[in-house]
């Protein structure tokens, strides 16, 4: 079963908009990630936020963590085409060592 | 530094045939994951070795799937026999297993079982 759940399921976006993508999930957790995975191709990280942490930034991305609402967002701002993937939340409930649990992801694409 | 690698790529059998996938994690990574991807959908992790021992196998379908990592490097996933439903793909990932790190994943196996 899928702990996480992403909403919006597929976003659509000109070059140059910011893209907002959440996460919600249902157990308590040590980390929460987010991965992007381009078609045909595995997963790359992009960013893990522990459950002390409230916000984090890492280039053009800017995650947040509410644990009381049980729900993240992932913000890309200034997009680009080469943006265009899927972008998956991917929860740590295993006490930190890395058992993860990912969603169904969002479909981003960005449009010239 | 090489990546995480998988072989095949890509991979097509009749129904009943066995099937075995290959993974070799980073080097220096000792934790191992194999996790099935249905289209549309996330990841879902079938086994979770560290070193050479599964710690994590509660979601691998033991009556047709099978998966080795003997010298605690490279791993072998196994299905024997395939079925329809086995069509996705095959994501192979390592970490350094120590508290909050990220994974690693390889290209992944595309299975179509006709």
């Known amino acids: 079963s899928q702990q996480g759940e992403e909403d919006p399921q597929a976003l659509s976006i000109q070059e140059g908009e910011n893209a907002t993508m959440n996460c919600s999930y249902k157990?308590?957790?040590?980390?929460l990630q987010w991965y992007r995975q381009n078609s045909g191709r595995g997963l790359v990280h992009l960013i893990l936020i522990r459950s002390n942490e409230r916000e984090k930034h890492s280039g053009r991305l800017r995650v947040t963590l509410d644990t009381s609402k049980k729900s993240s967002s992932l913000l890309i701002t200034a997009s680009r085409a080469a943006d265009t993937a899927s972008y998956f939340c991917a929860t740590d409930t295993s006490g930190g060592y890395n058992k993860l649990i990912f969603g169904a992801g969002t479909r981003l694409a960005v449009h010239p | 530094e090489a990546g995480v690698v998988q072989s095949p790529r890509y991979k097509i059998i009749e129904k009943k045939q066995p099937v075995a996938f290959w993974c070799n994690p980073i080097?220096?990574?000792?934790?191992l994951y194999w996790y099935l991807q249905n289209l549309g959908q996330g990841p879902e992790l079938l086994i979770r070795?560290?070193?050479?021992?599964?710690?994590?196998d509660s979601q691998l379908p033991k009556d047709r799937f099978s998966a080795e990592r003997l010298k605690g490097v490279d791993s072998t996933l196994k299905i024997q026999p395939a079925e329809l439903g086995d069509s996705a793909v095959y994501l192979c990932?390592?970490?350094?297993?120590?508290?909050?790190?990220?994974?690693?994943f390889g290209p992944g196996t595309r299975l179509t079982v006709l």
């Open positions: 990932a390592s970490s350094l297993g120590r508290r909050d790190n990220e994974q690693f």
């Open positions: 070795y560290e070193n050479e021992e599964a710690v994590d």
């Open positions: 080097s220096g990574h000792n934790t």
């Open positions: 157990t308590s957790i040590n980390n």
